[in-house]
């Protein structure tokens, strides 16, 4: 537990000094997205909540302690005797003789008094010996309700990761599309200036200077939506992270090699059996089955032992006593009830065995849409890798034919913005395979 604090405290410190220098890998984000996201936060309290109420429940295994004290004073005594009271008429006609003869020598009354004012005081341990096995199940479901707690902190961290994967890589998306419309303002700067002579010679008429002025037109306005689109998901990711936005920040990472997606095939069931959610369902099963037991040892004796040591003044004398104890308690009304409870949570049990075999089967159903979304991604990226390639040949023999005269000029740019859509394309499906790669390895790696 140190070392996770501090490894944690190292991240926390470190990762803001690399964001003032405005560089932000993607491993840096996602550190940055599980210290700061507040999802994670709670989820990490709930286990903590989660290790407290198994410490609570700890303390069943140790006795109880109580301590009480009363006090009370009354106007006049509870129990008050006199020789007044004596029904037998000689008895009290003998006592009466005696007590005026030598009642005020001896300093006595001619009545006794109790219980008008005193003070009662006692400290009482019981030690559970037999608790019809509460205390162990219940022990046993607290350390269910901590892996639990780990378990949806674990399916937290993995939905943040990919969102903040996901926003990352529009990022970049977006800036691999801004270098594209760019890269294609560039030509069209070359090909404004090639047609402004032609133009001034004659060889062209105004209506193929105005369609390039269009196209460059049209390209800056591109250029001004995709920045503003970056903008705006730098923003959110910031959000994500939790850091300060800032127009300088750079994300440093870019689009890898795309590998087969068959190198990380994994088979369904084996990789449902691997999932959080999957373990949570087991942990579904077990905890309704404890309930069961608890509910069992409700109508088990209950067997402890212990001792009381009390205090009093009651008899206008103070007086300890130190007592042993031992009770046994056998709940013989609840023998009914509890027969009922327990058919009802043999029913939850089954309803729990249902649910798992239910979202088994749908998990490895999601397993395998996951897979199928994968694959066809890469198919989608090799096409539109074979797309740049004839796009690009196409748009060189349209600028060679051009110079040549054998086509139009609307024909060229046409190739430029075929060229365009195929290398848009093209990120677009990079991006889409490494957001469902990740999110495939994500529920196949454990």
């Not at 800056?220 to 959000?239: D, H, M, P, T, W």
């Not at 009381?308 to 056998?330: D, P, S």
Request: include cysteine; proline fraction near 2%; hydrophobic fraction near 40%.
């Amino acid at each position: 537990m140190f070392l996770k604090k501090y490894i944690l405290l190292l991240i926390a410190i470190a990762l803001p000094m690399a964001v003032l220098g405005q560089e932000l890998s993607l491993d840096s984000c996602l550190r940055l997205a599980v210290v700061n996201n507040a999802d994670i936060k709670n989820a990490d309290l709930a286990i903590k909540e989660a290790e407290q109420t198994k410490k609570a429940v700890v303390t069943k295994y140790f006795p109880a302690f109580s301590a009480s004290t009363q006090a009370f004073h009354s106007d006049k005594p509870y129990i008050e005797l006199g020789i007044s009271d004596i029904k037998s008429n000689v008895v009290r006609d003998v006592l009466q003789v005696i007590y005026d003869n030598i009642g005020e020598l001896l300093g006595v009354e001619d009545h006794i008094s109790f219980l008008r004012n005193g003070v009662v005081a006692g400290v009482v341990a019981v030690q559970p010996v037999y608790a019809g096995g509460r205390i162990v199940t219940g022990n046993k479901l607290a350390n269910l309700g901590i892996e639990a707690s780990t378990y949806q902190r674990q399916i937290a961290e993995r939905d943040l990761l990919l969102n903040t994967e996901e926003l990352y890589w529009q990022i970049k998306m977006l800036e691999e599309k801004l270098k594209t419309v760019k890269t294609v303002l560039g030509l069209l700067d070359n090909l404004e200036k090639d047609v402004r002579v032609a133009l001034q010679a004659g060889l062209i008429t105004p209506n193929d200077g105005l369609r390039v002025k269009l196209k460059i037109n049209e390209m800056n306005s591109n250029v001004i939506k995709i920045e503003n689109g970056i903008k705006l998901s730098k923003r959110a990711l910031c959000q994500q992270i939790g850091i300060e936005y800032s127009d300088d920040i750079c994300l440093t990472d870019s689009v890898a090699e795309i590998k087969s997606p068959w190198e990380y095939m994994v088979d369904n069931s084996v990789a449902v059996q691997g999932r959080s959610e999957y373990k949570l369902l087991e942990l579904n099963v077990k905890a309704s089955r404890l309930q069961k037991r608890m509910i069992i040892g409700e109508s088990l004796p209950q067997i402890g032992f212990g001792g009381a040591y009390t205090y009093n003044n009651l008899l206008e004398k103070g007086r300890t006593n130190l007592t042993g104890f031992a009770t046994i308690q056998v709940p013989l009304t609840a023998w009914w009830e509890s027969a009922h409870n327990i058919k009802k949570q043999n029913y939850k049990i089954e309803e729990a065995e249902n649910m798992q075999s239910d979202v088994t089967a749908k998990l490895e159903l999601q397993t395998q849409k996951i897979w199928d979304e994968l694959e066809a991604a890469y198919r989608s990226f090799l096409l539109a890798e074979q797309a740049v390639e004839d796009a690009q040949s196409n748009m060189r023999m349209s600028s060679q034919y051009y110079n040549a005269g054998l086509i139009p000029l609307s024909d060229l740019l046409e190739a430029q913005t075929l060229y365009r859509n195929a290398l848009d394309t093209r990120i677009e499906q990079s991006i889409a395979y490494i957001i469902c790669l990740r999110h495939y390895k994500q529920i196949t790696e454990h």
